[in-house]
């Protein structure tokens, strides 16, 4: 007899639609798997033929074909146990088959049959919403997960035997929805302020320039200067995650399996900092079998920070500037084409030499002018130019570190600037665009309109500078964000000047 099975297939973050048939005939002992199965999918026979054994079922006798449709997909994992299971049954008169044409099915078996929780459950649920089915039958692990998708009825399973009672009619449950409205109603996660950052006024203004705008921002300065302890309250500034936001980011984690047990959500924005010693897929994504997500895309919808830029492999650095153009990474290798979300704030870090006291006034430099050729020799200037705040973090003096009043504006102060400044964005872009960083030359030449002493400012500084098409593009989205944070909608001087101080930090080669 043969049974179909509604399940599907995690490749990128979606989840493709995949057929479980199993046909059981009269002949030998024989289970036959096609469609492309790995190694993970090939050892299912082997727990499903436990899993229905120890929950009291008998095991298809006779020629057993099971086929994975589509055929020319490759199957990996552990998540088409559950289905397997199912469509055995159904093939050999253990179950009424009816119900199996309404409901997807995903989840590993346990050989006692409980069914252990899957990765990539969010996009499995979106998955069955798509295709117009009533449910999705999932591990219980996965269901806070699931839940989140309103649309379709999320029902969880303990063990292959909830799951037969309840496909058979024998049991009937009530699905499992998620409180979306309390998760993001909650505030149990600690932010650190801003103004716990002692000094560094100027440092904190281009924090929030980049926040309001969405731009990519580079500190430069002696070490212990507070590089990382600013890039850390980036997060805490940015507006609040949408709902749409905060699924492109949970699919992203929960295909990468780093989701955890009974979580649901991600409400905020994540902050990324992997060590200098990151390889290229790594950041970019990739990777042998199962392609997984990168740095680039785990940071999607929040803030990726590099501490000790120039420590990086070239190459590692070099796979950043797509994604900061187009807010996507392409990866194909010989078996397959990927495309993850990565649409990101970059902030870096840098030392202004190798020992790190350049511009520091109290501590001498050790480093020839070679060596610092050098060190800032290992940044592209692509890469560099696609970053649109450069600002310097000095020493902090004995003054600025023993004052200990808070220093500047809160968290919650400047957030809500940042908030305003871009809800300015959303109603003049309509959508096309979600910031200014992200204006294209078209949308530049509409939204950015100058004052005359404006212009003459900007053509200064890039007769002076040297700077490129590239950074007249930059220079201009920078303003319109300065102006938003004062809602106007003409860029004055005052505007691009200060847009010009964040393009000209430049090395001071020792005499």
Known sequence: MLARVHSCAVLGIDAHPLAVEVDAR??????????????????????????????????????????LAPAAMRKEGSALD????????????????????????VGELALDGSIRPVAGALAMALSARDRGLKGILLPEANA????????????????????????????EREPYHTDVAALFNSNHRYIPDINEVKGQGHVKRALTVAAAGGHNMLMC??????????????????????????????????????????KSLIVHRPFRSPHHTATTVSIAGGGHGQPNPGEVSMAHNGVLFLDELPEFNRASLEVLR??????????????????FP????????????????????????????????????????????????????????????SDDQPSGESTAEVRRKVQAARERQRAR??????????????????????EPAAKQVLEQAMNALGLSARAYDKILRVARTLADLEEIDTLGENHIGEAVQYRSLKPELPA
């Open 26 to 67: 009269p002949g030998t002992n024989k289970i036959r798997m096609v469609g492309l199965p790995d190694t993970a999918v090939k050892e299912s026979e082997d727990r499903v033929c436990s899993a229905l054994r120890n929950s009291g079922f008998r095991f298809p006798r006779g020629q057993v074909v099971i086929n």
């Open 342 to 401: 990565s649409r990101f704030t970059l902030v870096v870090a840098m030392n202004p030499c190798p020992c790190g006291y350049l511009t520091d006034p109290k501590r001498a430099c050790r480093c020839s002018s070679g060596d610092i050729q050098r060190y800032v020799n290992r940044l592209s200037g692509p890469l560099m130019d696609r970053i649109d705040i450069h600002v310097d973090v000095p020493a902090l003096s004995f003054e600025e570190l």
């Open 322 to 339: 797509q994604p900061l153009e187009d807010g996507q990474v392409h990866i194909r290798r010989a078996s397959y084409a990927i495309t």
């Open 144 to 171: 806070e997960e699931a839940g989140v998708v309103q649309e379709v009825a999320v029902y969880p399973m303990r063990s292959l035997e909830d799951a037969h009672a309840f496909l058979a009619g024998k049991v």
């Open 429 to 450: 872009y309509q959508g096309r665009f979600h910031c200014n960083a992200h204006l294209d030359s078209k949308s530049i030449r509409k939204h950015c309109i100058m």
């Open 82 to 105: 559950l289905p397997i299971a199912i469509g055995m049954l159904a093939s050999s008169d253990q179950l009424d088959g009816n119900r199996l044409r309404d409901y997807l099915l």
């Open 221 to 262: 300065g002696p070490p212990g200067t507070g590089k990382t302890m600013l890039a850390s309250r980036l997060p805490g500034i940015l507006p609040d995650m949408t709902f749409q936001e905060a699924l492109e980011t949970t699919q992203v984690y929960s295909v990468a399996g780093m989701m955890g047990p009974r």
